[in-house]
């Protein structure tokens, strides 16, 4: 086995990725060693490129990336539960200092891995980790979505948005999903019923609960979708949003006594606290996925290590038609 290894590397805030060859890390006590199979882009990792995430610090220069699929090289110290040439995938650095996906080879914590799906790709694995955890945290972990709620997803075609309605739709929920009218086939075919973001709250509400509001939504938007969220939830309800950064009046929530939760995927990784959670959460996407429930969007386009810079620059033009992934295996 090689003794080093590829990466790209950011040696600035917005500047090019540089490929460099380096020394391969060693997996130390409780850590996993992984050859990198597929590295999943999110929005998120442009937002850090660019400084612009005050609360997804990554020292520069760094190795980004922090959804990965690939397969145990080496197991570390204290490691149970994985063993050499198991395939696994998770949400494992990119920020807060830990190296990223976009190398050959990460050592990663063995909590924050799970078995990849046996029905999915590499690829289609390394889409899932950062989406689906923060799906799940929202639906399951705050908001304890039950068969037969009326859930809605305020931006359901999206990263975070399509899984959630997967996952609603796996557990019995009743899924209704916001966004643009030319999204609604995809909506439908996912299991949701399709509103289109144009309609007023108020139209949809009547619509389809009666006026009575929403058992739970949740918001994968923010800002001005936030706070029409708290206009559709009903009583006794729960609004979710994995973007509740800004300033929102909270009397269209506090008047129907409905509830908030906001949902930062990231704390495990930046805290230490709540890893192996993020694990066990990833063993609920593997048997959700293995069992036809749960697949991600992948957009076909195919980008290489050396081509890190054109897989960003395709999801800042906003043409991409699903996950991006970077193919790290040659």
Request: charged share 20%; hydrophobic share 45%; no cysteine.
């Amino acid at each position: 086995m090689a003794k080093s290894m590829r990466a790209a590397m950011l040696d600035g805030q917005d500047g090019p990725f540089r490929i460099v060859e380096m020394a391969r890390p060693v997996a130390g006590p409780g850590e996993v060693l992984v050859r990198i199979a597929a590295s999943g882009v999110n929005p998120l990792d442009l937002k850090i490129r660019a400084g612009a995430a005050g609360h997804a610090r990554h020292a520069l220069p760094a190795i980004l990336g922090m959804d990965l699929a690939g397969t145990v090289e080496e197991v570390g110290d204290g490691v149970d539960g994985f063993r050499p040439g198991d395939d696994v995938y998770g949400m494992t650095g990119g920020v807060g200092g830990i190296q990223g996906s976009l190398a050959d080879y990460a050592a990663v914590d063995a909590r924050l891995l799970a078995p990849k799906p046996t029905t999915l790709s590499m690829r289609e694995a390394a889409a899932l980790p950062l989406a689906f955890i923060t799906a799940w945290e929202g639906l399951v972990d705050r908001a304890k979505v039950r068969p037969g709620q009326r859930v809605l997803v305020q931006g359901g075609a999206g990263g975070v948005g399509h899984i959630a309605v997967q996952i609603a739709k796996a557990l019995g929920a009743n899924v209704y999903a916001v966004d643009g009218a030319a999204k609604a086939a995809f909506l439908q075919r996912l299991g949701a019923t399709p509103i289109d973001r144009e309609e007023s709250v108020e139209a949809y509400v009547d619509r389809h609960t009666d006026g009575r509001g929403f058992d739970l939504v949740y918001d994968t938007v923010g800002g001005a979708v936030l706070d029409a969220s708290f206009k559709a939830v009903g009583r006794f309800g729960h609004v979710v949003s994995s973007l509740g950064w800004g300033t929102h009046a909270l009397a269209p929530l506090s008047f129907k006594a409905a509830s908030y939760s906001g949902v930062f995927a990231l704390l495990p990784l930046l805290s230490g606290e709540g890893r192996a959670h993020h694990g066990g959460i990833l063993r609920e996407a593997t048997r959700l996925a293995e069992a036809g429930a749960i697949k991600p969007n992948v957009d076909a386009r195919r980008f290489g290590i050396d081509a890190v810079g054109d897989a960003h620059a395709t999801i800042a033009s906003r043409t991409a038609t699903g996950k991006i992934i970077v193919d790290i295996a040659e």
